[in-house]
């Protein structure tokens, strides 16, 4: 079993920027590929980073350039640095994570861009 817990998330001016981070239960080693997702009112879940145990990283189009994944394994820990944010940035954040064949998610984090 893997827990996640996030933080980080909050309350923040457009232009403005916030680190979220996601702790796992057990190494960063032992985890495959880990995420960012975020929910938005009325939409759909969708994917903002993902990274792989090895480190290589995939963005969606609308955070590119924005927006940063990092892990550190032996902290068994994910971020993911957000800048320039903007008000379309709002939404509920889910640490993500594939560990022993299955999918686990974190709690979530609101995160809140104010115009």
């Known amino acids: 079993q893997l827990r996640l817990v996030e933080s980080g998330g909050g309350l923040v001016q457009a232009g403005g920027s916030l680190r979220l981070s996601c702790a796992a239960s057990?190494?960063?080693?032992?985890?495959?590929?880990m995420g960012w997702y975020r929910q938005a009112p009325g939409r759909q879940r969708e994917l903002v980073a993902g990274i792989t145990r090895a480190g290589s990283t995939n963005y969606a189009d609308s955070v590119k350039g924005r927006f940063t994944i990092t892990r550190d394994n032996a902290k068994n820990t994910v971020y993911l640095q957000m800048s320039s944010l903007k008000p379309e940035d709002t939404a509920v954040y889910y640490c993500?994570?594939?560990?022993?064949?299955?999918?686990?998610w974190g709690q979530g984090t609101q995160v809140t861009v104010s115009s």
């Open positions: 993500n994570a594939r560990y022993l064949l299955s999918t686990y």
């Open positions: 057990v190494s960063g080693f032992s985890i495959s590929d």
